[in-house]
């Protein structure tokens, strides 16, 4: 799909100020200012990236603030991330849509409740006492468990498996190979062995949640793991037992929360975080990436590293072992030279 620079305006929202367009100048695809080429449009999101611009083959800019000297039609729009979304949805690929309905292959059990539009693909299972709300689809290869509850206009890509008596609300989306409910990483060492511990209750994906691919949520042992409403987990993410998290947190890949953790809502774990077990981290943190958190955290703080320190904290402490190396040099130094200091005294005794 093309559309005319004038179109693309339309569609985000956009002002069209500067340069005019090109004759017969379309817009293909969006691209980063350097590899943007005729037929792409670029976005400048912030001050520190204008100056790239003067060199863009790109047809078109999509800015906040117009640009001086720019020999091409600019976008101007209130929210760049936000234009930036739509015009990346309008110039996405055209996929067949999932068909409606339940493909031959599938096999479905008894008391199983379809809403209008759902579409069931291909060696799909779905056992006894499942409810799919309207308008999901639920892609190749994926098994839905016992008594679980699907609400809404929710997505399952390929080989998704959600086991029994979980709840997803509406709009939720979960990548392929993902796992919701299985069980827990609980044990006793009882008589000798690691005995697993039942884990007897479910998880709670609440609406608009989003799961990235090859990610595990577990079952709880009692009650439910609930991942809260907006919030969005990357790929390679492991939320344990009984884990509770809050509304829009983001979870990037890789991180592991472990058992009965919470978090408060709008959360920010960046790649790798590690979080100890039973420990709360307060609403609005934020935790760069491979820090682990040993501890409760209050609201609103920003924590680095490893054990995770106040992240000004964590910057003195780099800097510290960055300067070992020469502290280690100077303190040869300074040893040698206390030893011949020392070797002079003797010999005058």
Not at 45 to 61: E, I, M, R, Y
Not at 150 to 173: T, Y
Not at 222 to 242: E, M, P, R, S
Request: glycine share 12%.
């Amino acid at each position: 799909m093309t559309v005319t620079i004038t179109e693309l305006a339309e569609r985000i929202g956009a002002t069209l100020v500067g340069a005019p367009a090109k004759p017969g100048s379309r817009i293909a695809g969006i691209m980063p200012i350097e590899a943007a080429g005729p037929n792409d449009a670029t976005f400048v999101a912030d001050a520190k990236h204008q100056a790239a611009l003067a060199g863009s083959k790109a047809a078109a800019v999509i800015v906040a603030k117009p640009v001086e000297g720019l020999s091409i039609p600019q976008l101007q729009v209130a929210n760049v991330n936000a234009a930036l979304i739509a015009a990346l949805t309008l110039l996405a690929p055209k996929l067949k849509p999932a068909p409606e309905g339940v493909d031959s292959s599938a096999r479905i059990g008894s008391g199983v409740r379809l809403g209008a539009g759902v579409s069931i693909g291909a060696f799909v299972v779905v056992e006894d006492d499942v409810e799919i709300g309207a308008g999901t689809a639920i892609a190749p290869g994926c098994r839905i468990g016992q008594n679980t509850r699907i609400g809404s206009n929710c997505r399952l890509d390929a080989n998704v498996v959600v086991h029994h008596h979980c709840i997803l609300g509406n709009h939720v989306v979960v990548q392929a190979n993902s796992t919701i409910g299985s069980v827990g990483f609980g044990y006793a060492f009882i008589d000798g062995a690691h005995r697993l511990i039942p884990h007897n209750g479910g998880v709670i994906l609440e609406d608009f949640v989003e799961i990235g691919a090859n990610s595990c949520v577990d079952r709880a042992k009692f009650g439910n793991t609930i991942v809260g409403a907006g919030t969005k987990v990357d790929n390679l993410v492991q939320i344990a037992h009984n884990v509770v998290i809050g509304k829009c947190c983001l979870i990037a890949a890789q991180v592991g929360v472990a058992g009965s953790s919470r978090l408060g809502d709008g959360v920010v774990l960046a790649g790798q975080v590690g979080l100890a077990d039973n420990i709360e981290i307060g609403a609005g943190t934020q935790i760069g990436a491979q820090a682990g958190v040993m501890s409760s955290v209050g609201p609103g703080e920003k924590l680095a590293w490893t054990p995770a320190l106040e992240i000004r904290e964590a910057a003195r402490v780099v800097a510290h072992l960055l300067r070992l190396p020469k502290l280690s040099q100077e303190i040869k130094r300074l040893t040698a030279k206390v030893d011949k200091l020392e070797a002079s005294e003797n010999d005058k005794g």
